[in-house]
């Protein structure tokens, strides 16, 4: 079992940076993949962005590319979520989640694909 923990949600105005940290504790030895998704109210869970084991490789969305950067520091059992340039439809609650699929990098964004997930952190940005 794998327990996932995000935090650095925060209020913010258009423009501005945030960075999300999640923990992972628990059975992280084997090594996981994992990613960044949110879940705006009345929408579907989107997958934004993710990391392979090693962090040698990573995927966006569309939505994301170019102002958010995913890193992550396997000694410390975490990953963050560098957050530029935020805008309003970038507010949502935000979940780190966890997964030992090790198929095709490029459906590395797909929910369906994460056995574990954290409660969420909610960013929210004014215009």
């Known amino acids: 079992q794998v327990h996932l923990l995000e935090s650095g949600g925060d209020s913010v105005q258009t423009g501005g940076s945030l960075e999300l940290s999640c923990s992972a504790s628990?059975?992280?030895?084997?090594?996981?993949?994992m990613g960044w998704f949110r879940q705006a109210l009345g929408k579907e869970r989107e997958g934004i962005a993710a990391?392979?084991?090693?962090?040698?490789?990573?995927d966006y969305s569309d939505s994301v590319k170019g102002r958010f950067t995913i890193s992550r520091d396997n000694a410390k059992n975490s990953l963050f979520l560098q957050m530029n340039d935020l805008k309003p439809e970038d507010t949502s609650m935000y979940y780190c989640?966890?997964?030992?699929?090790?198929?095709?990098?490029?459906?590395?964004?797909?929910?369906?694909?994460?056995?574990?997930w954290g409660q969420g952190t909610q960013v929210t940005v004014s215009s």
């Open positions: 990391i392979t084991t090693g962090g040698r490789l990573t």
């Open positions: 989640a966890a997964t030992s699929w090790g198929g095709p990098v490029s459906q590395m964004l797909r929910p369906e694909n994460y056995n574990y």
């Open positions: 628990g059975d992280t030895g084997s090594g996981l993949r």
